[in-house]
């Protein structure tokens, strides 16, 4: 199994560019969840959704971060325009019904974002 | 709204010794409680969960962790530590019925040779 894969791994961009972050969920999987971790904050959930809707967005910090998830293999988290506040990690995870019962996430490795 | 505490920054122990990382809760109802652990430029890692049953669990890695509802607390433990144990751990608690992980702020673990 791949995993939950998540690109880009990296990315640095510049405060007012669009930014377009790519989740890859467990096949089968069908909850996913977008996260941000920051030193100062730790780790929140941003939005999650089930069978590719969104069921809760109320961690997105503003009206310029949204969320897709068009089918059950790929969803994005936009940033538009970004600001350097955004910098952070940003991980998707996804997992099963059972494993929302469990507590058992499957995370990605992140995209590490930097925002100048 | 459900949340964890986990009190200590960094904890330092020596290889060989017991490890303790510490957490608190707050939940309304029964709790669900959650160890992660997060490797150096990886995503999270599930180790251990507490639903119901026997106070103590036992998960991956050797860790386990133990329920303490009077203390509000799950700790989670290694009764000998290894220089491979050195990672960020987390906390997370999900009240019954909710979807939503709510997770500690970490703690950075170092394990000296």
């Known amino acids: 199994d791949a995993g939950v894969i998540q690109s880009p791994r990296h990315e640095v961009t510049e405060m007012g560019q669009e930014v377009t972050l790519r989740c890859k969920p467990i096949?089968?999987?069908?909850?996913l969840f977008w996260y941000r971790q920051t030193m100062m904050r730790g780790l929140e959930l941003l939005i999650y959704f089930n069978n590719n809707v969104p069921i809760d967005d109320s961690g997105m910090p503003e009206d310029r971060f949204s969320a897709k998830m068009p089918n059950a293999s790929f969803s994005t988290l936009k940033i538009q325009p970004s600001e350097p506040r955004d910098s952070a990690v940003y991980f998707c995870?996804?997992?099963?019904?059972?494993?929302?019962?469990?507590?058992?996430?499957?995370f990605g490795e992140g995209s590490r974002l930097t925002v100048l | 709204a459900q949340s964890v505490a986990q009190p200590e920054d960094q904890v330092n122990v020596a290889e060989g010794n017991p490890l303790t990382v510490k957490c608190t809760y707050s939940?309304?109802?029964?709790?669900?409680l959650f160890w992660y652990v997060q490797y150096p430029n990886r995503g999270l890692q599930f180790l251990l969960k507490y639903i119901t049953g026997d106070n103590l669990v036992k998960g991956s890695y050797g860790f386990e962790a133990e329920f303490n509802k009077s203390q509000t607390s799950f700790h989670l433990k290694k009764p000998s530590a290894l220089v491979s144990d050195s990672a960020l751990y987390f906390c997370?608690?999900?009240?019954?019925?909710?979807?939503?992980?709510?997770f500690g702020k970490g703690n950075q673990v170092v394990v000296i040779p």
């Open positions: 939940v309304s109802g029964n709790p669900y």
């Open positions: 096949s089968g999987h069908d909850y």
């Open positions: 995870a996804s997992t099963t019904r059972q494993g929302v019962n469990t507590g058992e996430l499957f």
């Open positions: 997370a608690v999900r009240q019954g019925g909710n979807n939503r992980l709510a």
